[in-house]
């Protein structure tokens, strides 16, 4: 099973709509979590680190669900500009590493 | 944030060649620093973890001999695919985490995409 799971898309979505992503992780013990973007052919940047308490930052809503293991991504209000992969990513486990989800392809269309 | 520059950011080479991709952090220091591959359509796949002056620690199934890092210093670390095959063009990708920020997140470099010929 791996360690971090997606679904991959893509998301094909208009604009000014409310999408939402979820992302399920197997390590119980996994301490930090964020999401990623990654635009294509380009490296990943961090959208937002993801607490336990759920936060925002703008039109973006990362929520972490510790007992059923996911955490979850909403983006408002969406953009053309907010067209790319996003990247659910993991650290924990027993040498505290990173682990990257699959990613997540949304197409954001006028 | 913190920044993560890789030179070069592209390179074409001829199989059995030897490519060296460096890593450095900008404006930080970087006791780790990770090294990254990532084939089209897939996602990251951790290759190995890179300590200042210890060695580095490989993923299972790739080859230390073959993908060599060197992290010298707190803010470079170099990767050396050698003798490159075809089955080794990829976008490699380096990230050092800023132990100044809190859960340490990871910030990446632009990436180097290889090609063996």
């Known amino acids: 099973r791996k360690e971090v799971e997606q679904d991959p898309g893509p998301f094909n979505v208009p604009e000014g709509a409310t999408v939402a992503f979820n992302c399920t992780y197997s390590n119980s013990a996994s301490q930090s979590f964020f999401w990623y973007r990654q635009d294509c052919r380009k490296e990943p940047k961090l959208l937002m680190s993801v607490y336990s308490s759920g936060n925002e930052d703008g039109r973006f809503t990362a929520q972490l669900n510790r007992a059923s293991q996911y955490i979850s991504l909403l983006i408002r209000d969406s953009k053309l500009s907010d067209s790319a992969t996003y990247l659910c990513?993991?650290?924990?486990?027993?040498?505290?590493?990173?682990?990257f989800g699959s990613g997540t392809k949304l197409n954001v269309k006028p | 944030g913190a920044v993560v520059s890789q030179h070069p950011s592209w390179v074409i080479c001829k199989s059995g060649t030897s490519v060296k991709i460096e890593c450095r952090s900008l404006d930080f220091q970087a006791t780790t620093m990770f090294w990254y591959r990532q084939f089209p359509k897939q996602s990251l796949m951790l290759m190995a973890t890179s300590n200042e002056g210890s060695k580095a620690t490989y993923e299972q199934g790739v080859e230390k001999d073959k993908f060599l890092i060197n992290h010298a210093s707190l803010t470079l670390s170099t990767l050396t695919v050698t003798s490159a095959h075809p089955e080794d063009s990829s976008f490699y990708i380096c990230?050092?985490?800023?132990?100044?920020?809190?859960?340490?997140?990871?910030?990446f470099g632009p990436g180097t995409r290889l090609t063996v010929t």
């Open positions: 990513v993991v650290k924990g486990g027993n040498f505290n590493k990173f682990y």
């Open positions: 990230s050092a985490r800023d132990l100044r920020q809190g859960a340490g997140e990871q910030y």
